[in-house]
């Protein structure tokens, strides 16, 4: 069954329940508080979702004072966080970038978030993570997640157990002209792509010392409001029973975003929607971000996510050139993952191929981009991918000419990489949305305070509703410039969120 | 005052209109039906706006036998539709194609406009929109819109009398090989940019007429609902009195986008709040948007709108060259001006020149676009402009030694306007978002079906909320493919929504 088909189903199975509640018209309308006859369970904060975002949300408002319950819709725990490379992008002066002498600033951070991306990013969301980036830092490790006090300088997610590496797009033009840049990519230091399995090991195992109650299996599928607005509970089932718990604090929806709704995808995303790979936990069908709609709450950004092509390692392959469907470069290759995959996905009709020589070619069957062709002249790949005539030569010889004197004039790729193409076979490697790798996640979101209260259209707050992660629209946005924004949003405005919820004042349920 | 702070005045309005409702806790929410002590005024079918999609839903529903309330929060009627060119897109063999001997068939502009724009458009509402146009064209005259039988194949919106043109991209290259291209644009027959005033003026008539019962200076702020979810009147303020207005049948949503709500364009729409000039009539903040998510409403492609660059007439300005701030050629330069607007706007990081020569400059003071270089050499051009080396100079290059032979390999851009740049002097114009005139207008609304029913997250009705025009997400999306999209979306989809409005079984309010 595709993940298509399982929102499909899950939709079904709501529309009957929907169907036994007394007043409710519509399945998806929030449930008022008058058609709930009896609560079946209590809590203080009851947060739905159990990835970085959720318990991160559960540890703080427990460690406030309150009562926690945390459900899950799957059977296991751990969100699409734990699917993850476990990277946490922080900064301005941490204490693992101090014992490794890495300099870095706030400012610098800062200027970093707030120039090299989007239009318009949410910079008071950014300014706050910037300056608590450092004691968010030493909040990770306090929960146990290990960390070594080994820095890579290697180009793409540490195979090793290096914690520190450059995660983003900081080194590349026009971003390293733009802020200083500095590794920030903090990342468990455990072999292989486990880093946020271990990260969310950690996490859970401090939320259940701290005594949250948690509950897999268990499906949130409408919010209570009083008639005033309030958020006061949720309608869930547990074992194919309908129950209703009772959130004295607040609820806080943190069930990630929803690349696997293809009906919403085709709808809010349409660009994502043409990506190759859905990128997530099978629980990203949108449902915290359908129910915070269903009570009035905005949601800002819904086109937005990460589209990557990891086209590095090996970084030999950044000496080749990216061209578009017209033979022009676009884009300095030695972008980070997600600044190419934006550019190919929004801006370049979702077409693009990377070029390779002799030397730059992948050494090792790529499965991730197949080659699309493969000559001893570029005239030869030209006419074969059916470029403009004379196009990609003219790029070539333009690339070529200036490459030899150590200069890319157009788009400024790093010297590393930087060399003539310089002798066959030449390959064209295929980089379109629909060909590739191209992994994809949304960022489209509930709009929230920095502290996690969800906001209404008109910008005021539902009372008793928070948000975290990616059923917000936080700091990530599109272009996505480095690993580590989502879960490092994850976790710094969960707490906060946390935090918040636990800090209203109770009301009877 | 601007329109942004008109904007912020509005809300404090209603911030303290809110204050004084008994059980409401946010200014923004939704009203509770208890909290309405008793109605002031009722009617069947409430219609909120006034311009081409309101007042078309007024006198379907008037004319399906309800009683109709139509509101309108300025001074005067007609909404942005009045301060249009009163293009309305129209094809498959209207009745002035026929009598002008233009052939069409609703599949080529079916096909025109599901292939030459958006990733995904909506196809259930151009299927209908296609099938459903003759007929519409039809109904449009009976309103008493005058169109004349002449046709110009001149670019651009006529200024003499003529009612038939092409108004979009279809001879412009790629859309001129996905489908057959036929004018389509029908603009009353008056002269000058007077159009869309003439058109409303027939409709706001034939409402009249109709026994439509029409109030100007009415600003709606909350729509009231029951307990079950069932929209079922409107909080309004009259002369500064707050009025409770029932509506039996249904509410229509039809009170424009959000082009003037500077804050919703940051959150919403960053790359159309760039561009120089918020194009819409001051009523655009985005209120019936905002008061269908306050109930529960998705709310799609809010980020997208149009964002037009009209560089011709004089069509001889289509015989320079436009480039990017690489010196690369990205478009074919006698796209539409909403193509070649959306290519600049949200995929070139806003910025574009013009490159004229002695025959494509512009012979008249131009104020919409400035002169930012003037030189006898493109090497001069380009070092002025502080482009990458050579690169402008290798386009230009490419490009005469192609269009020498009347080909454009790469944009194939049309014989008429295909020359070698042939001397001196030579003139870049901004086409910058932020410096040319540059008018956007936003398309991202509510969620509805081709009735008009405004959808949940969930995709359910919420009953008794239609929406129509730019408060929903309709046929235009962008690339903005052709002048009378938006029009026509309104008028087709406004006469939709009243219709199914008045067909809707009343309830005691």
């Known amino acids: 069954m595709s993940a298509g088909d399982q929102g499909v189903t899950r939709r079904r199975l709501l529309g009957g329940l929907a169907a036994t509640g007394a007043t409710v018209a519509t399945g998806a309308a929030a449930m008022p508080r008058s058609a709930v006859k ?4 209590r809590t203080g904060v009851l947060v739905i979702g159990s990835g970085a975002a959720g318990v991160s949300a559960a540890i703080e408002a427990r460690r406030a004072g309150s009562n926690v319950m945390l459900i899950e819709s799957l059977s296991q725990f751990g969100g699409s966080s734990a699917m993850s490379g476990g990277v946490v992008y922080a900064g301005g002066g941490t204490a693992l970038q101090k014992a490794l002498n890495v300099q870095d600033s706030v400012e610098q951070m800062y200027r970093f978030l707030t120039l090299a991306g ?3 990013p949410p910079l008071e969301k950014i300014q706050l993570y910037c300056e608590g980036s450092a004691e968010h830092f030493d909040w990770l490790v306090e929960q146990g997640i290990p960390y070594t006090e080994k820095l ?3 180009k793409g997610l540490p195979m090793g157990d290096e914690s520190l590496y450059f995660s983003g797009t900081e080194q590349a033009w026009p971003a390293r002209d733009l802020a200083q840049p500095a590794p920030r990519g903090h990342v468990p230091g455990v072999p292989g792509m486990n880093g946020g399995r271990r990260l969310m090991e950690a996490l859970l195992s401090q939320a259940a010392a701290l005594g949250v109650t948690m509950h897999s299996g268990v499906g949130a599928h409408h919010l209570v409001v009083e008639n005033d607005g309030r958020v006061v509970g949720v309608i869930v089932t547990i074992a194919g029973e309908r129950r209703a718990i009772a959130a004295q604090r607040g609820v806080v929806l943190a069930c990630g975003g929803f690349i696997h709704n293809r009906e919403m995808m085709r709808l809010y995303a349409p660009q994502l929607y043409e990506c190759s790979v859905p990128w997530g936990n099978a629980g990203d069908l949108g449902e915290g971000i359908n129910m915070g709609i269903a009570v009035g709450a905005a949601a800002l950004r819904m086109n937005e996510g990460f589209a990557i092509v990891p086209i590095y390692p090996p970084e030999s392959a950044l000496s080749g050139i990216i061209v578009n469907a017209s033979g022009q470069r676009f884009i300095p290759e030695d972008s980070y993952h997600g600044v190419l995959g934006d550019a190919i996905a929004y801006h370049q009709k979702g077409r693009a191929w990377l070029i390779t020589d002799r030397d730059s070619s992948y050494a090792f069957h790529q499965d991730n981009f197949l080659p699309v062709a493969e000559a001893s002249t570029i005239g030869d790949i030209a006419a074969l991918l059916e470029f403009p005539k004379g196009a990609l030569q003219q790029t070539v010889a333009y690339y070529n000419l200036h490459a030899a004197n150590g200069e890319d004039p157009m788009f400024h790729k790093s010297g590393a990489y930087l060399r003539p193409l310089q002798g066959p076979p030449y390959k064209a490697w295929d980089l379109s949305t629909t060909q590739a790798f191209f992994p994809a996640h949304t960022f489209g979101g509930l709009h929230t305070s920095v502290d996690g209260e969800v906001l209404s259209s008109f910008g005021e707050v539902i ?11 936080g700091i990530p946005t599109a ?7 989502s879960l490092g949003d994850c976790t710094f405005f969960g707490r906060r969120a946390g935090r918040a919820a636990a800090a209203r004042g109770g009301m009877s349920g």
């Open 38 to 41: 009896s609560w079946d369970m």
């Open 118 to 120: 989007t239009l318009h």
């Open 152 to 154: 890579t300088l290697a």
């Open 463 to 473: 009372p008793g509703l928070y948000a975290a992660g990616r059923n917000t629209a």
């Open 479 to 485: 272009p996505y410039i480095a690993s580590g924004l």
